[in-house]
C-alpha cells in the first residue's frame, strides 16, 4: 500500500513527526515508545498491519540512537547482549509470525494481562544490586528472562524494552540504568527480526516512516542522555508512569 491511497491531511502528517519525537524520548529511556507511535498511526486511519511495520522501522531509527548514546556513556554490558542477541532475534521472528493465528481481542487481552504483572513486580519485588557477576551464571539466567520477552515483542510489541529492562532489573539485579542499556540492544534486535518480515512483505509506509523515523532519532538522543544524567530514580518514575498509560489506553481500547 502507498501513502498516496491514504487520505492523510498535512496536519496529520505533522502530528505523527510530532508524536515520533515524543515516543523516541519515551522509549529511551523507560521503553513503551512503540505504543504511542501505534496508537497515533491508527488514529489517523493507518491500517493495523502497515502501522505495525511502520511503527517497526521508526523504532528502530530511535532504539539504535539509544544504543549508541548508552554505548558512548559505557552503560551497556556487551557480554550479556551478545550472548541474548541471536535467541532474542529468532524468538522475535517466532513471534512475528505466530501473531497471524491470534483475533485482535485476544492479542488486547494477552498485552492487558501483562503490565499489571509488570507493574507489580516493579513495585514489589526488592533488588539487591551487584557491580560484578559470574558472567557464565548471569548469562543463562539473561538468556531465559529476556528471550521469552523478544517472542512477545514479535507477537505483541507494546512495552518490549520496558519488560527487558524490569527483567534485567529485578532478575538480574542491575541498577535501571545498566538495565535499560542491556534493554536497548535487544530490543533493537527483536524489532529487527520483526520488521525484516515487514520489509519483504511489502508493508511499510516509507514516505512516513522516514520523517517519523528521523524525529524519533532527534527523541531519543535526548531521552539517552536525561536517563543517564537522572539516573535510576528517573527512570522508574517514568517506567511506572508508561505502565500506568498503557494499561489504561488498552482497557479502554478493549472495552472500547
Known sequence: MLLTEIDLSFWSILLLIGMA????????IAGGGG????????????????????????????????????????????????ACLIPCLIAAGI????????????????????????????LFKHSQYQQQYNESKARGKAIALLTPIAFYDGLLGPGTGTYMAIAANKGLNMRFLRATGLAKPLNLATNAGSAIIYIFA???????????????????????????????????????????????????????
Do not use: E
Open 95 to 122: 513471534g512475528a509470525k505466530t501473531v497471524m493465528f491470534f483475533s485482535d481481542s485476544v492479542i488486547t487481552l494477552l498485552i492487558i494481562g501483562c503490565i499489571p504483572i509488570a507493574f507489580a513486580v516493579m
Open 202 to 256: 511489502g508493508k511499510v509506509l516509507w514516505a512516513l516512516a522516514i520523517p517519523m523515523a528521523i524525529a524519533s532519532i532527534a527523541g531519543a538522543y535526548l531521552g539517552s542522555h536525561s536517563a543517564i544524567r537522572y539516573g535510576d530514580g528517573f527512570i522508574k518514575m517514568v517506567m511506572l508512569v508508561m505502565l500506568s498509560v498503557m494499561l489504561v489506553v488498552n482497557l479502554i481500547k478493549f472495552f472500547h
Open 21 to 28: 519525537f515524543f515516543a523516541g524520548y519515551i522509549d529511551a
Open 35 to 82: 505504543m504511542i507511535q501505534t496508537l497515533a498511526l491508527l488514529m489517523v486511519g493507518i491500517p493495523a498491519i502497515q502501522t505495525l511495520a511502520t511503527n517497526k522501522i521508526v523504532s528502530i531509527s530511535g532504539t539504535t540512537t539509544a544504543v549508541i548514546k548508552y554505548a558512548y556513556a559505557k552503560v551497556i554490558n556487551w557480554y550479556l547482549t551478545i
